[in-house]
């Protein structure tokens, strides 16, 4: 018995009922869901037929009125030369039907729940539409929330997510290509895109990356990511995701391409730029001013996140002389009885820190957030009372994990970074961490997001790149888009 769909192509069925009803209950002979309907109907000419589907992924309303009820109360002539395209044609009433020969394809509309028509005397079977199993239905996504904008999110069936992407972009340019990718998952991956703005050059190399990938299966968008990224182990993301049609429809409309996972809310867009990591939904279902701000104030938390702790070590241990006297006086005072140097304390509270925050995500969300708290005000109260931290290190990693919260697309990069240039500040001082810093801007601009710079917008200097990347300019100024499109104006010159 195969495993794969793929090991049963250029296998088709025969004119034999009997015969290619035993091909399907050989492949689901390990299947209790798999059924079989039987369907005689003894008229003018008699009609031999069965059905095959998967219980609880087909509507059994549509089978009985669209499928069956017509085959057994209706007559079927007999001067016909193709008996499934009579009876596709004539007889079946269902949404969409498809006449289809090789066994690998009947396997794929099955398994995706379809159901397949067998008849007698035909080497051809039809594959109907009559999709019914639940999904989670339309909601807010919980990572995402916004107080203005929107409210629904992307859910798990990734027809229902094309159908809301298509509701959003109402014009007949929106292109969707099905990729199929998984061995034994067999998932539907779906390429959108514009087909008037997108970088051909970009499709193409994203559509030979898909083909590329050789793996048994795809069960979240993260799993293409990995596969696909032109920068694997780059600290910084280099393609975006999110659950929010409303983003991605935003998307497509600057000229990206979006991957659309079956099985998985999250949705992939590329190529996917350094300035999205500090932009929010609601900068544009605000007042330009108000999203200006919340950009801008990203932007500090950033710099606050990385830098604070080792701009505190640095100064505290190799340039004391930068400090007020009264200052320091209270700061080393605070440090009476530590035990810990403060390169190493900051570490473990940087540590800590971040323990304490997984810990909210994964516990129970009636759990998270007394669980947080005691952590955060009791034990660390604590540990200062007993002199195992001072206060002071403790208010600059508290200060900084803070600051990391506001931008969460950025959690891998903001730990990463704060942990190397605390160490270079202990090492070297303001020379380790000035030079970190030059490390850290050579290494984004030296990131490339399928043929796209990191920092498209800041390698052009221009007024309009900065109109959507540092701030969020009114929309009548915004006249182009991002660099990499076929074509950059948005709107019209007035």
């Not at 990572?143 to 997510?161: Q, S, V």
């Not at 730029?273 to 932009?279: S, V, Y």
């Not at 182009?480 to 499109?485: M, S």
Request: net charge neutral; charged share 20%; proline share 4%.
């Amino acid at each position: 018995m195969a495993g794969r769909i793929s090991d049963y192509k250029n296998l088709y069925i025969s004119e034999s009922l009997e015969k290619n009803i035993l091909t399907f209950k050989e492949i689901f002979k390990n299947d209790v869901t798999f059924r079989i309907k039987h369907i005689c109907a003894r008229k003018t000419v008699p009609f031999d037929a069965a059905l095959l589907y998967i219980d609880g992924m087909v509507d059994s309303t549509q089978i009985n009125e669209a499928v069956i009820e017509p085959l057994l109360e209706m007559d079927i002539i007999s001067d016909f030369k193709n008996l499934a395209e009579y009876v596709e044609k004539q007889l079946i009433f269902a949404r969409d039907v498809k006449v289809k020969t090789e066994i690998a394809q009947m396997l794929e509309g099955i398994l995706y729940g379809e159901a397949l028509l067998l008849i007698n005397g035909s080497s051809d079977a039809l594959m109907l539409d009559v999709k019914g199993f639940r999904t989670r239905g339309i909601s807010e996504p919980e990572n995402e929330r916004i107080t203005e904008g929107p409210r629904e999110g992307f859910e798990e069936a990734a027809l229902l997510n094309l159908a809301m992407l298509r509701r959003k972009l109402g014009t007949p340019d929106l292109c969707i290509e099905l990729n199929r990718i998984g061995g034994r998952t067999n998932t539907a991956v779906f390429v959108c895109y514009l087909g008037t703005l997108v970088n051909r050059k970009i499709l193409r190399k994203i559509n030979e990356s898909l083909k590329s990938i050789d793996i048994d299966g795809v069960l979240d968008v993260n799993y293409i990511i990995e596969q696909i990224s032109p920068h694997p182990f780059s600290l910084f993301k280099t393609a975006g995701k999110t659950e929010r049609p409303d983003v991605i429809a935003s998307r497509l409309l600057e000229g990206r391409i979006a991957i659309i996972v079956d099985g998985t809310p999250m949705v992939m867009t590329l190529p996917y730029l350094f300035c999205e990591n500090f932009q929010s939904d609601e900068d544009y279902y605000q007042t330009f001013l108000l999203g200006s701000f919340g950009r801008m104030i990203r932007y500090f938390c950033f710099a606050i996140s990385i830098f604070v702790p080792a701009l505190f070590v640095a100064i505290t241990t190799l340039h004391p002389e930068f400090l007020p006297t009264s200052f320091l006086i209270t700061v080393m005072q605070q440090r009476t009885a530590v035990p810990f140097s403060i390169v190493a304390e900051t570490l473990g509270m940087i540590l800590i820190f971040e323990i304490l925050k997984e810990t909210g995500v994964r516990m129970p969300q009636n759990i998270g957030p007394a669980l947080s708290i005691v952590g955060g005000l009791v034990v660390g109260q604590a540990a200062v009372e007993a002199k195992i931290i001072s206060a002071p290190t403790l208010i600059v990693v508290a200060l900084s994990g803070i600051a990391g919260l506001m931008l969460p697309r950025l959690r891998a990069a903001v730990f990463y970074f704060r942990i190397i240039f605390v160490i270079l500040a202990s090492l070297w001082g303001l020379y380790g961490l000035f030079c970190g810093v030059i490390l850290m801007v050579m290494y984004i601009i030296a990131i490339k997001s399928y043929e796209t710079d990191y920092t498209v917008t800041l390698n052009r200097i221009s007024l309009q790149s900065f109109k959507d990347s540092v701030w969020r300019a009114p929309w009548r100024l915004m006249k182009t888009r991002p660099f990499f499109n076929k074509n950059i104006i948005r709107q019209r010159k007035k």
